[in-house]
């Protein structure tokens, strides 16, 4: 897969998979992990999403910071 490669594009879109439970069970750790992933490499989606993650405290504690 390409997100077991570490493509980012692929990274986020699996992620959003796992975040809203489509076609895999809902896991949001799991998805805040690979949004994490991809925000490493510099794509603003993924920042974005990873934000969004910690302000609602959905897979990770929350945190405003």
């Known amino acids: 897969l390409a997100a077991d ?3 980012a594009n692929s990274l986020i ?3 959003l998979c796992l ?3 489509t076609g895999v069970d809902q896991n ?3 998805a805040a ?3 994490c992933l991809a925000a ?3 794509y603003a989606n993924a920042q974005t999403f990873l934000a ?3 302000a609602t405290g959905m ?3 929350q945190d405003y910071a």
Request: charged share 25%; no cysteine.
């Open 40 to 42: 490493d490499q510099g």
């Open 5 to 7: 490669q570490g493509h």
């Open 52 to 54: 969004t993650s910690y």
């Open 59 to 61: 897979g990770v504690d």
């Open 13 to 15: 879109k699996l992620a």
């Open 28 to 30: 949001h750790p799991e």
């Open 19 to 21: 975040e809203h439970g």
């Open 33 to 35: 992990r690979l949004y």
